[in-house]
């Protein structure tokens, strides 16, 4: 199985490997943690600043957004990872389908 | 040891059956409560064919008439032909692939009785105030005014079995891709198995919308909601979209499996391999993909606007190439076979010009020009039904025979059930090819009756007479299920003599636990390539060791019955004293039997090795 | 390996979610079912952009007067925050320290309600200040359904979240309740993903006008 624990011989030092590394991670996640929080005070002070036009802010603040939503896939919720293939092809097919139907409501819906 | 395969009582079959999460037996209460409503839903439509056979004909009201097209429609989409496929999908994908069982038997039964009671409620209309009759497609404005508690049973009701569908098209997924047996890669799933995983990708995408307009839909009906009430700023056309992004790839979720069977039929009765295997996938891949893309073409006539009609037309004709790949590669793989004219290959071989004569009509009415004059015509419905018959119910015929031995272990009456495949034939053509040109003529769909003298009478006389021959079609295949059962002469592992993939190494029916050992598939067609080196059967891909089972468990039952309840509380909240309770003692029931589920544990059990092996049927080869 | 075996912090796998294959199973289908959620969500907000502002008559509150952005703020700062709470729990779950998971999940539900309680005040305070309700219009229809649908899937994932943090206190991590926590932790930050696009869809585009 792809995902079992290494093979050493001592455990000990296998923990410990396992600990640096979740450890790493953490900080990764701290990091985007702080960048997440960062962009939504961008797009919040985007809308309360009046010196941008909607033109502007609209697109401005959707791209905080999929950014923010990027972070969030792939380093909470470990997109990263190996064995993510399957989750991601759905997630894209999922996240394409939606788009066409949004896509639509916001074209062809004018009455 | 054959404790396991104990005769039972009568109860305790029954108890069985409520409470089994086995693939096999979830596919057979599929087949018969599928098959149920697939009589209920022909008998409506024996009804219209009646009321239309003669001009000015009273033989049901017009208010009648709207309910019984309505759920003519409704139960054959949702309630006969969904169920039927899932039927065949449960009983033989999990045999292709090798695996022991699907990845969520639990969950596998809760979508069963979720789409039965689901099914149940919506039929219950009919002794309850009256059936839905804004037609199958409810849409919005149309539904908004119609009175009584119709459309209330439509929304529920299919919420409740739209769930149950979601939840099998998950299962089916994640079944496929974690669960094949060691050496059956993707490129080597049988061409039945590949479309049960395209089907179940877009059902996945597909339902929620469907969710979601139905939610829509009940809110605006039961809950003062203004979605789609243009008084209040709502909009009309939001139901028709959200119907349809839906209801398109809907169409492909039903041909898909058709396809699938009918690949698996040629081949199997022309004893070739499949010709452009590779071609198959990726036109049933590309095929599921484009289904997404084309659902505004049912609605070229809302106004829109010329750049999303054109868009939308030629996306639709897009899906012909796809289509036309694999047409052809079913031709090549009989051009040159061996071939043997079962029941199954009659209608396979019907199939193909049936199909392909929907098809054209469809080209044609992706002609958003065009489609101007046809919208809302007998022609739609001729081509519709051409599709759907031509494809998925003779598909479904097909399968039944196909499968038969493979889930019942005994073979259908092959006379018979030619009879059944050429009166159907007959009468299938007789019933829709002259409705192209009575709706080429003039003739509106939906509509209660005509009058004498504009030269609609002929036509529809046929159109009747056809209808008959279908309806005796079918009775003759009751009765050969009847008589094969009685009779229940036990067939072998390969009923037909030429199986390929893996369910035809099985017993007919295979043991609840299917594999002793896992198969080690070797190539396309696994079961193919043993016979054709002189082995008997699979080479086992493991040593023979115990076996982890799931238990069975009422529990499902239970989660749905209680939805069953609310959507009656629900329903009639606003008028009764008791509907406010009702709601909230059926959410109770199903929220406590949730809860049971995840406090209860369930680590099912192991069959033990020394047991397998006493297990007569077929020993055990250790490996 | 066995669901039911007992283990202890060297023995438990890297991957505990996924190293049974019911767990596997759990992990691909929960994934799965996200996919559909997102269908389900981009279908609800193409239904509140189709309807935003749709109103019968010029006394209706429109979008750039109705929302308070302080409020939203908090909220979204909440949810946010329970998101990497439930990370830090995961994060205790894979290195087998039960009793840290549980107290982070502890903080995560807390966060949660604290977000769930905002909401129903912000629902009051339109329909009392506003009149702004499920049934004066198509907009409330709308916004009520899509930021409804949101808030009923917080109060499923808080309802969730308690009843394994509960089912499994006296028992411990084993590899067949470590799949369970996984997939709720998945669910909860699914719930901010969309949360993330409403505040930025419904609240700040909203603002903007």
Same mark, same amino acid.
């Not at chain 2, 039929?265 to 452009?276: E, M, Q, V, W």
């Not at chain 3, 004066?136 to 359904?145: E, K, N, P, Q, W």
């Not at chain 3, 419904?202 to 006008?209: D, E, I």
């Given at each position: 199985?792809?995902?079992?624990q290494?093979?050493?011989?001592?455990p000990?030092?296998?923990?410990?490997?396992?600990?640096?590394?979740?450890?790493?991670?953490?900080?990764?996640?701290?990091?985007?943690f702080?960048?997440?929080?960062?962009?939504?005070?961008?797009?919040?002070?985007?809308?309360?600043?009046?010196?941008?036009?909607?033109?502007?802010?609209?697109?401005?603040?959707?791209?905080?957004?999929?950014?923010?939503?990027?972070?969030?896939?792939?380093?909470f919720?470990?997109?990263?990872?190996?064995?993510?293939?399957?989750?991601?092809?759905?997630?894209?097919?999922?996240?394409?389908?939606?788009?066409?139907?949004?896509?639509?409501?916001?074209?062809?819906?004018?009455? | 040891?054959?404790?396991?395969?104990?005769?039972?009582?009568?109860?305790?079959?029954?108890?069985?059956?409520?409470?089994?999460?086995?693939?096999?037996?979830?596919?057979?209460?599929?087949?018969?409560?599928?098959?149920?409503?697939?009589?209920v839903?022909?008998?409506?439509?024996?009804?219209?064919?009646?009321?239309?056979?003669?001009p000015?004909?009273?033989?049901?009201?017009?208010?009648?008439?709207?309910?019984?097209?309505?759920?003519?429609?409704?139960?054959?989409?949702?309630?006969?032909?969904?169920?039927?496929?899932?039927?065949?999908?449960?009983?033989?994908?999990p045999?292709?692939?090798?695996?022991?069982?699907?990845?969520?038997?639990?969950?596998?039964?809760?979508?069963?009785?979720?789409?039965?009671?689901?099914?149940?409620?919506?039929?219950?209309?009919?002794?309850?105030?009256?059936?839905?009759?804004?037609?199958?497609?409810?849409?919005?404005?149309?539904?908004?005014?119609?009175?009584?508690?119709?459309?209330?049973?439509?929304?529920?009701?299919?919420?409740?079995?739209?769930?149950?569908?979601?939840?099998?098209?998950?299962?089916?997924?994640?079944?496929?891709?974690?669960?094949?047996?060691p050496?059956?890669?993707?490129?080597?799933?049988?061409?039945?198995?590949?479309?049960?995983?395209?089907?179940?990708?877009?059902?996945?995408?597909?339902?929620?919308?469907?969710?979601?307009?139905?939610?829509?839909?009940?809110?605006?009906?039961?809950?003062?909601?203004?979605?789609?009430?243009?008084?209040?700023?709502?909009?009309?056309?939001?139901?028709?979209?959200?119907?349809?992004?839906?209801?398109?790839?809907?169409?492909?979720?039903?041909?898909?499996?058709?396809?699938?069977i009918?690949?698996?039929?040629?081949?199997?009765?022309?004893?070739?391999?499949?010709?452009?295997?590779s071609?198959?996938?990726?036109?049933?891949?590309?095929?599921?993909?484009?289904?997404?893309?084309?659902w505004?073409?049912?609605?070229?006539?809302?106004?829109?606007?010329?750049?999303?009609?054109?868009?939308?037309?030629?996306?639709?004709?897009?899906?012909?190439?796809?289509?036309?790949?694999?047409?052809?590669?079913?031709?090549?793989?009989?051009?040159?076979?061996?071939?043997?004219?079962?029941?199954?290959?009659?209608?396979?071989?019907?199939?193909?010009?049936?199909?392909?004569?929907?098809?054209?009509?469809?080209?044609?009415?992706?002609v958003?020009?065009? $489609?101007?004059?046809?919208?809302?015509?007998?022609?739609?419905?001729?081509?519709?039904?051409?599709?759907?018959?031509?494809?998925?119910?003779?598909?479904?015929?097909?399968?039944?025979?196909?499968?038969?031995?493979?889930?019942?272990?005994?073979?259908?009456?092959?006379?018979?059930?030619?009879?059944?495949?050429?009166?159907?034939?007959?009468?299938?053509?007789?019933?829709?090819?002259?409705?192209?040109?009575?709706?080429?003529?003039g003739?509106?769909?939906?509509?209660?009756?005509?009058?004498?003298?504009?030269?609609?009478?002929?036509?529809?006389?046929?159109?009747?007479?056809?209808?008959f021959?279908?309806?005796?079609?079918?009775?003759?295949?009751?009765?050969?299920?009847?008589?094969?059962?009685?009779?229940?002469?036990?067939?072998?592992?390969?009923?037909?003599?030429?199986?390929?993939?893996?369910?035809?190494?099985?017993?007919?029916?295979?043991?609840?636990?299917?594999?002793?050992?896992?198969?080690?598939?070797?190539?396309l067609?696994?079961?193919?390539?043993?016979?054709?080196e002189?082995?008997?059967?699979?080479?086992?891909?493991?040593?023979?060791?115990?076996?982890?089972?799931?238990?069975?468990?009422?529990?499902?039952?239970?989660?749905?019955?209680?939805?069953?309840?609310?959507?009656?509380?629900?329903?009639?909240?606003?008028?009764?004293?008791?509907?406010?309770?009702?709601?909230?003692?059926?959410?109770?029931?199903?929220?406590?039997?949730?809860?049971?589920?995840?406090?209860? $544990? $369930?680590?099912?059990?192991?069959?033990?090795?020394?047991?397998?092996? $006493?297990?007569?049927?077929?020993?055990?080869?250790?490996? | 390996?066995?669901?039911?075996? !007992?283990?202890?912090?060297?023995?438990?796998?890297?991957?505990?979610?996924?190293?049974?294959?019911?767990?596997?199973? !759990?992990?691909?289908?929960?994934?799965?079912? +996200?996919?559909?959620?997102t269908?389900?969500?981009?279908?609800?907000?193409?239904?509140?952009?189709?309807? !935003?502002?749709?109103?019968?008559?010029?006394?209706?509150?429109?979008? !750039?007067?109705?929302?308070?952005?302080?409020?939203?703020?908090?909220?979204?700062?909440?949810?946010?925050?329970?998101?990497?709470?439930?990370v830090?729990?995961?994060?205790?779950?894979?290195?087998?320290?039960?009793?840290?998971?549980?107290?982070?999940?502890?903080?995560?539900?807390?966060?949660?309600?604290?977000?769930?309680? +905002?909401?129903?005040?912000?629902?009051?305070?339109y329909?009392?200040?506003?009149h702004?309700?499920?049934?004066?219009?198509?907009?409330?229809?709308?916004?009520?359904?899509?930021?409804?649908?949101?808030?009923?899937?917080?109060?499923?994932?808080?309802?969730?979240?308690?009843?394994?943090?509960?089912?499994?206190?006296?028992?411990?991590?084993?590899?067949?309740?470590?799949?369970? =926590?996984?997939v709720?932790?998945?669910?909860?930050? =699914?719930?901010?993903?969309?949360?993330?696009?409403?505040?930025?869809v419904?609240?700040?585009?909203?603002?903007?006008?």
């Open positions: 199985m792809a995902n079992q290494p093979n050493s011989e001592n000990r030092i296998d923990i410990e490997y396992r600990r640096k590394k979740s450890t790493e991670e953490m900080r990764y996640q701290i990091i985007s702080t960048l997440m929080i960062f962009l939504t005070l961008v797009a919040f002070f985007a809308v309360g600043y009046d010196g941008f036009s909607g033109w502007f802010t609209v697109p401005f603040i959707i791209l905080l957004a999929v950014i923010q939503v990027i972070f969030q896939l792939y380093y919720m470990h997109m990263s990872h190996k064995g993510h293939e399957a989750p991601a092809l759905f997630l894209y097919s999922g996240v394409l389908v939606g788009a066409i139907t949004l896509l639509a409501f916001l074209t062809i819906i004018w009455w | 040891m054959s404790t396991y395969a104990q005769k039972q009582g009568f109860g305790a079959t029954i108890w069985d059956y409520l409470t089994t999460v086995d693939h096999k037996k979830i596919a057979i209460l599929y087949l018969i409560a599928g098959g149920f409503f697939f009589i839903g022909g008998l409506e439509a024996m009804f219209i064919r009646i009321q239309l056979a003669v000015n004909n009273d033989f049901v009201s017009a208010g009648l008439y709207n309910e019984i097209l309505t759920m003519h429609g409704t139960t054959m989409i949702f309630l006969a032909a969904m169920p039927l496929i899932f039927a065949f999908m449960n009983a033989v994908m045999l292709q692939i090798g695996a022991r069982d699907v990845a969520f038997p639990f969950l596998n039964s809760l979508g069963f009785w979720l789409f039965f009671f689901g099914g149940v409620f919506l039929n219950l209309s009919w002794f309850l105030g009256g059936a839905p009759d804004a037609g199958w497609t409810s849409y919005a404005s149309l539904s908004i005014a119609s009175e009584g508690h119709g459309v209330d049973f439509y929304a529920l009701g299919l919420q409740i079995s739209g769930a149950g569908t979601l939840i099998g098209g998950i299962n089916f997924l994640v079944t496929i891709i974690n669960m094949r047996a050496g059956m890669t993707y490129m080597r799933m049988p061409l039945f198995t590949w479309s049960t995983f395209v089907v179940s990708a877009l059902i996945l995408f597909a339902f929620p919308p469907l969710t979601v307009g139905l939610f829509l839909l009940i809110f605006d009906r039961m809950f003062g909601g203004n979605f789609f009430d243009h008084t209040m700023g709502g909009n009309t056309i939001i139901w028709e979209h959200m119907f349809w992004i839906f209801g398109h790839p809907e169409v492909y979720i039903l041909i898909l499996p058709a396809f699938g009918f690949s698996e039929i040629f081949a199997t009765f022309s004893r070739k391999r499949l010709f452009g295997y071609s198959m996938v990726f036109a049933t891949v590309l095929i599921g993909f484009l289904g997404f893309m084309v505004a073409h049912h609605m070229f006539t809302t106004g829109l606007g010329p750049i999303a009609n054109s868009i939308f037309a030629v996306a639709t004709m897009a899906i012909a190439v796809p289509t036309g790949i694999k047409i052809f590669n079913w031709m090549f793989t009989m051009w040159g076979g061996s071939i043997k004219f079962t029941t199954p290959m009659l209608w396979a071989v019907a199939f193909i010009p049936s199909f392909v004569a929907g098809g054209v009509t469809g080209v044609m009415l992706a958003a020009a065009a $489609d101007y004059q046809y919208h809302d015509t007998y022609f739609v419905v001729a081509h519709f039904h051409y599709v759907i018959v031509g494809g998925v119910v003779f598909a479904l015929f097909a399968g039944a025979h196909f499968y038969w031995p493979k889930m019942f272990g005994t073979m259908l009456n092959e006379f018979l059930g030619k009879i059944t495949f050429w009166l159907f034939l007959i009468g299938f053509h007789l019933t829709f090819f002259i409705q192209h040109f009575l709706g080429l003529m003739m509106q769909r939906r509509i209660v009756s005509f009058l004498p003298g504009q030269g609609f009478e002929t036509g529809n006389l046929i159109s009747t007479v056809g209808a021959f279908m309806a005796v079609a079918t009775i003759i295949l009751l009765i050969n299920i009847i008589m094969t059962t009685v009779k229940n002469e036990r067939v072998g592992n390969d009923p037909w003599g030429d199986g390929r993939t893996l369910e035809w190494a099985l017993p007919s029916p295979p043991p609840f636990y299917n594999f002793k050992q896992l198969p080690l598939v070797r190539g067609d696994a079961y193919w390539l043993e016979k054709m002189g082995k008997k059967g699979m080479t086992p891909a493991e040593p023979l060791g115990d076996i982890h089972m799931p238990n069975n468990s009422f529990i499902p039952f239970v989660i749905s019955l209680g939805l069953f309840v609310a959507a009656f509380g629900a329903m009639y909240r606003a008028e009764t004293a008791w509907g406010i309770p009702v709601l909230i003692i059926g959410l109770l029931i199903t929220l406590g039997s949730m809860a049971m589920r995840s406090i209860k $544990d $369930d680590h099912g059990y192991h069959i033990h090795k020394e047991d397998l092996m $006493d297990d007569d049927d077929n020993k055990g080869v250790k490996a | 390996m066995q669901a039911e075996e !007992k283990f202890t912090a060297e023995t438990w796998p890297t991957a505990p979610e996924r190293a049974t294959l019911e767990g596997k199973n !759990k992990f691909l289908g929960f994934w799965l079912f +996200l996919g559909g959620e269908v389900l969500f981009a279908s609800l907000f193409a239904t509140y952009l189709a309807l !935003k502002d749709k109103v019968p008559n010029a006394e209706h509150t429109l979008a !750039k007067d109705l929302f308070d952005l302080p409020l939203v703020f908090a909220a979204t700062m909440l949810l946010l925050t329970s998101s990497l709470t439930s830090y729990a995961m994060h205790h779950m894979k290195n087998f320290n039960f009793k840290k998971m549980q107290l982070w999940l502890g903080v995560t539900v807390l966060l949660g309600a604290a977000f769930l309680g +905002l909401e129903i005040y912000e629902f009051n305070h329909v009392h200040e506003y702004h309700t499920f049934t004066s219009s198509a907009f409330g229809t709308a916004f009520y359904t899509l930021v409804g649908f949101h808030g009923g899937h917080v109060a499923f994932g808080l309802l969730w979240i308690v009843t394994l943090m509960i089912r499994n206190s006296k028992r411990g991590l084993n590899l067949y309740n470590a799949p369970k =926590f996984y709720a932790s998945l669910y909860w930050h =699914f719930i901010d993903v969309v949360w993330v696009f409403i505040f930025t419904v609240y700040l585009m909203g603002m903007v006008g």
